[in-house]
């Protein structure tokens, strides 16, 4: 019997030392939240205090998937860094406003409106050669 396919891809779009683009698609919920938390704990680790969510292909987020992205939010606060969600659809929007949460992300309708929020220094170059968007997981391009 063979695994079960992801129904949450994470890719890498592009990095600086301290920032990481990253695009989510699929469903955030009870069945991803450790590979969500693993993946993008992975990434703080490595120093990345700013994280910027490409949520646009985000098709499902629960409040499983919600506790997700506090839990992210909380981390990087505490990193004096921030996670900035780029492209919210209406349901991921209305989550956010049914539950309370949207005084606590920083939205932006893009990834370039939220890349320029942050020091030149920190930015990662935007947008990315097309050939780095590759895979699932996240391996935070060369």
Same mark, same amino acid.
């Given at each position: 019997?063979?695994?079960p396919?992801?129904? %949450?891809?994470?890719?890498?779009?592009?990095?600086?030392?301290?920032?990481? /683009?990253? #695009?989510?698609s =699929?469903? &955030?919920?009870?069945?991803s939240e450790?590979?969500?938390m693993?993946?993008?704990?992975?990434?703080v680790?490595?120093?990345?205090?700013h994280i910027?969510?490409?949520?646009?292909a985000l098709t499902?987020c629960?409040?499983?998937?919600?506790n997700?992205l506090l839990?992210?939010?909380? %981390?990087?606060?505490?990193?004096?860094?921030?996670l900035?969600l780029a492209? /919210?659809? #209406?349901?991921? =929007?209305m &989550?956010?406003e049914?539950?309370?949460s949207?005084?606590?992300?920083?939205?932006?309708?893009?990834?370039?409106?939220?890349?320029?929020?942050?020091?030149?220094p920190a930015r990662p170059?935007w947008?990315?050669?097309?050939?780095?968007s590759?895979?699932e997981?996240v391996?935070?391009?060369?």
């Open positions: 019997m063979g695994t396919p992801r129904r %949450l891809t994470i890719v890498g779009l592009a990095h600086s030392d301290v920032c990481a /683009v990253i #695009r989510l =699929g469903e &955030l919920d009870q069945a450790k590979f969500f693993d993946t993008l704990g992975g990434l680790d490595a120093g990345h205090r910027i969510l490409d949520v646009t499902f629960d409040s499983r998937g919600l997700c839990a992210l939010h909380w %981390l990087l606060r505490r990193r004096t860094g921030a900035m492209g /919210v659809g #209406r349901r991921l =929007g &989550l956010l049914n539950s309370g949207t005084s606590l992300f920083t939205v932006h309708t893009s990834v370039g409106q939220a890349l320029r929020s942050l020091p030149e170059h947008p990315p050669p097309a050939e780095r590759t895979g997981g391996s935070p391009p060369a």
